[in-house]
Antibody, heavy 123, light 112 residues
């Protein structure tokens, strides 16, 4: 069965860095696009980034562009999110999710989600 | 970015009755090349990640009960639960994947 397990969350001071990981199992990881989506406490869902399997194309939401970097290691079935210059408003649960390619856009619907990793940015 | 607006923000329905949640996009999510609407619905229960219910606006994900259905096209969409069950209490989100992914603000569904 498909499983996505995030790790690397924690408490960090503003301006510092943190790297999240998401280990995938139960499917051919290298053939799927993978997303990060976040949810601030008590708030809605916000898309963060996607990395596709073709050409390693990457796209980011405006709120994190230039500060966060998405990457993947297909040999380890692992997705990463490097978060630099963290701000208080980056505090959220970060979910990794599997994307289903549409063939016509860079976005997708998300059929499997991990349980999430909580990142708290506070001084 | 395309703005997704759901209505109502919260909804209380009697067990066994119909629940209807609306989602409106600020621009059409109907792709001209394939005539598909790039719209999905998710259910989120407390302490859990979202679960996909519907994609392409009306295609039910495998394993999702058939009391859940999606409809609409262009900019106006609806998620309908035909006969509310206690386990359907949750937050519901619409999402467009026509361009940079955006979600609606969520609709909280409760039992009356």
């Amino acid at each position: 069965q498909v499983q996505l397990v995030e790790s690397g969350g924690g408490v960090v001071q503003p301006g510092r860095s943190l790297r999240l990981s998401c280990v995938a199992s139960g499917f051919n990881f290298s053939t799927y696009g993978m997303h990060w989506v976040r949810q601030a406490p008590g708030k809605g869902l916000e898309w963060v980034a996607v990395i596709w399997f073709v050409g390693n194309n990457k796209y980011y939401g405006d709120a994190v562009k230039g500060r966060f970097t998405i990457s993947r290691d297909n040999s380890k079935n692992t997705l990463y999110l490097q978060m630099n210059s963290l701000r208080v408003d980056d505090t959220a649960i970060y979910y990794c999710a599997r994307g289903i390619a549409t063939g016509t856009t860079t976005m997708s619907f998300l059929d499997y989600w991990g349980q999430g990793a909580l990142v708290t940015v506070s001084s | 970015d395309i703005v997704m607006t759901q209505s109502p923000d919260s909804l209380a329905v009697t067990l066994g009755e119909r629940a209807t949640i609306n989602c409106k996009s600020s621009q059409s999510v109907l792709h001209s090349s394939n005539k598909k609407n790039y719209l999905a619905w998710y259910q989120q229960k407390p302490g859990q990640p979202p679960k996909m219910l519907i994609y392409w606006a009306s295609t039910r994900e495998s394993g999702v009960p058939d009391r859940f259905s999606g409809s609409g096209s262009g900019t106006d969409f609806t998620l309908t639960i035909s006969s509310l069950q206690a386990e359907d209490v949750a937050l519901y989100y619409c999402q467009q994947y026509y361009s940079t992914m955006t979600f609606g603000q969520g609709t909280r569904l409760e039992i009356k």
